[in-house]
């Protein structure tokens, strides 16, 4: 049986009675992708409150590798709510903290000795790795990428590329930020073609400490291993090598985001291990509490220890039914094999979409690593502007016909794929089967949106 059921017109009216009501509660700085409201989700399936079964590409952005309500998370927090729900681990403190510490210092690149830092979403985790690195460095500055997303705290704005609707209004933003363009081959800042540009926006980093900030100023580099919201830019092999030996050369230290990429999302458990680096410090979320907010800094033990007693801490962070669910989260991903599920789930997906790129022009690339796989979607081939309202046509078709799908990318016209890695191949065939009418339907230009986007 098909698992995508539509019983009514998208949005039905519950969904539609519920928007009305969030028009007048919720500020609408609150984007939402579709105009739906959910009743329940299980595996990569989300039902919403008028009945309709979707398969879900979005995965909470990218927060359910393992699926919505894996019974191993759910037997895990039920377990810790018969215990105790929060008692703040800076005053009593838990043994799930503590197991999950060791477990991500074990299994994050890396056989140095290293210790874990938990908070709560993935902006708390990069402000408190610059904190860290800062500390240990006695530097200030900080180096980021073009398209590169970390965050909506300030620090975290500052460091995050995309100005609209992220930054543009909220300045001023924290200093000592610079930003270098990102190994983004497809749409090359100095205009270069890779191989035979030998990696030019890698070395241009001893340029940077030349031009534009010392390297004595430096604290650390940032960089996603492969962007997320900027677009699923997965760069060349020896990009993060070419960076991290100039930023050993002058003791900056490198700080692996893997947000988005990190649990299994790149057929690898974090993003890194595919380069063959080993960041000094690694931030993690997302995925990491299986549907729970929760956040990690994993890093050398020497620099994590740079902040004192009471440097480091936060009300919340690390909580127990968090700690749990990630204990869970882990304990899946050694019983299943989820990374290779999801280089599977890439493939399947690179397949069918490099024959969508024969056929229609509007798909400039082809890109990812394992199951973080995304189409740029542009005009035309050879001058590459952007589609962005033919992306929102895409997306828009796609709820509209039993598959939930986001799009990113610094021009709005990136559609990236983040299912749960649980997907079953059928539903899988389901979802591109959607995604494929809907980019059939919008290059012929004949999409008549059921009703306006909201
Ligand atoms: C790479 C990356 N870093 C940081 C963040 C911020 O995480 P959060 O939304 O949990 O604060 C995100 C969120 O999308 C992200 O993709």
Not at 59 to 68: S, Y
Not at 199 to 220: I, M, N, P, S, W
Not at 369 to 382: N, P, R
């Amino acid at each position: 049986m098909a698992t995508i059921q539509l019983k009514t017109p998208i949005p039905g009216p519950r969904s539609r009675a519920l928007a009305a009501r969030r028009a007048d509660a919720v500020p609408r700085g609150i984007s939402q992708s579709t105009p739906l409201y959910v009743a329940k989700a299980e595996g990569a399936v989300i039902e919403d409150v008028d009945g309709n079964r979707y398969v879900d590409f979005a995965g909470g952005i990218g927060c359910l590798n393992v699926g919505h309500r894996s019974p191993g998370v759910v037997k895990a927090i039920e377990d810790q709510l018969a215990c105790y729900l929060h008692t703040c681990v800076q005053v009593t403190a838990y043994e799930g903290y503590v197991r999950l510490a060791e477990r991500l210092n074990r299994l994050t690149p890396g056989t140095f000795s290293k210790k874990t830092f938990l908070v709560n979403s993935g902006a708390e985790a990069v402000e408190n790795a610059v904190k860290i690195a800062r500390s240990y460095t006695g530097r200030p500055g900080i180096i980021a990428f073009e398209d590169a997303f970390h965050g909506r705290t300030m620090m975290t704005l500052a460091l995050t590329s995309k100005t609209h609707p992220y930054k543009a209004g909220f300045q001023p933003f924290p200093g000592e930020v610079y930003r270098i363009p990102y190994a983004y081959c497809y749409r090359c800042s100095y205009n270069l073609k890779y191989p035979a540009c030998d990696l030019y926006c890698a070395r241009h980093l001893e340029d940077t400490f030349k031009r534009v900030v010392a390297q004595e100023g430096v604290a650390a580099v940032i960089a996603e291993p492969v962007l997320g919201e900027g677009g699923f830019v997965a760069p060349p092999q020896d990009f993060f090598k070419v960076l991290i030996e100039s930023c050993r050369k002058h003791g900056v230290l490198f700080i692996a985001d893997e947000v988005q990429s990190g649990f299994g999302r790149t057929g690898a458990l974090f993003a890194s291990e595919h380069y063959g680096i080993e960041p000094d410090l690694i931030v993690t979320a997302k995925s990491i509490g299986g549907g729970l907010p929760l956040a990690a800094v994993t890093g050398r033990a020497e620099i994590m220890d740079a902040p004192g007693p009471g440097g480091l801490g936060g009300t919340f962070a690390g909580n127990p039914l968090s700690c749990a669910a990630a204990l869970a989260v882990l304990d899946l991903f050694e019983k299943e094999d989820l990374s290779q599920h999801a280089s599977q789930l890439g493939a399947r997906f690179q397949k069918r979409a490099r024959a969508w790129q024969k056929n229609w022009p509007i798909i400039g690339d082809v890109r990812g690593l394992g199951a973080m796989q995304a189409l740029e979607l542009v005009q035309s081939h050879d001058k590459r502007e952007p589609a962005a309202e033919e992306t929102k046509q895409v997306t828009q078709y796609c709820y509209e016909h039993g598959l939930i799908t986001i799009s990113a990318g610094s021009y709005g016209n990136v559609i990236r794929l983040l299912m749960p890695l649980v997907i079953t191949e059928a539903q899988m065939d389901e979802a591109l089967d959607v995604l494929e009418s809907a980019l059939k339907t919008v290059h012929e230009g004949k999409h008549e949106p059921v009703v306006q986007p909201v």
